[in-house]
């Protein structure tokens, strides 16, 4: 037999010989116990044990707040949720804007924009061109500076079609009425945040959006919204699908608004739709 066979073999028999292990009184060298084991099992049951410690020392250190004082584990962890949290605080910003952009849009269309107050402002200035017609030029010269503010702006058509009919603010109408094709969708006419986008009995579905510069835009008896209260559009983002909606529609067709500082103004003057 080779010696490198016999060396293993008596290697291999040394791992399986028994071995006993006594233990003894101190005071009367009497046997308390014995325990018979071999160098093979001694060894077994030391690598199960430093596997099973090994798996709990890794198991602590992982599962608990421990892996925080490991030098460089520590802050990888803080990077990232330093991320997530600068994440988080952008959106919130942005959310925040948003609203307050919202915010100012419903302020001004309940305090000056498209309900009471515009009205009042309306008939005020009907009575003024009634009774005090040398003031009629004076109000032409303010709708002209406005317009020449409105001018600056780059507005996108909500939808291309033949105007039906015209601004008629003296009998209410203070938009126009603008014909499309069925399924048409109706486009923002600038970047902007929705301050109402939902169902009105004389209306239909409608969408009203606050944009930069104080200037609303409205979209009436609309078949179906594609936008919700407080969404941020961009310009020329459909919002909208033309339809006959709302007992003061008599067929498709878009009714859009504009207002520029709680003031109707005529869109024809900005907008081509044809």
Known sequence: MPDGLKIKRKLLDRLRDTYRISILDDENLEEVGSYNLSLLSFYI?????????????????????????????????????????????????????????????????????????????????????????????????QETHRAKELNFLKLATPVFGAVAAGFQPDIRHFGVDILAAKDTPIKSIMDGIVISAEQSVNAGNCVYIQHSKNVVSVYKHNSALLVKTGDIVKTGQAVAIIGNTGEQSTGPHLHFEMWYDGKYVNPENYITFQ
């Open 45 to 141: 049951f030391i690598s199960v044990v430093a596997i099973l410690l090994s798996i709990l020392v890794i198991s602590f250190i992982v599962f608990t707040p421990v892996k925080t004082l490991i030098p460089g584990y520590g802050d990888i962890t803080d990077n990232k949720k330093f991320i997530e949290l600068s994440k988080k605080v952008d959106e919130l910003e942005k959310e925040v804007s948003a609203y307050d952009t919202y915010t100012a849009g419903l302020k001004n269309m309940l305090t000056g924009g498209i309900h009471n107050s515009s009205i009042e402002k309306i008939d005020s200035l009907a009575a003024l061109k009634s009774i005090r017609p040398e003031l009629v030029n004076q109000a032409d010269l």
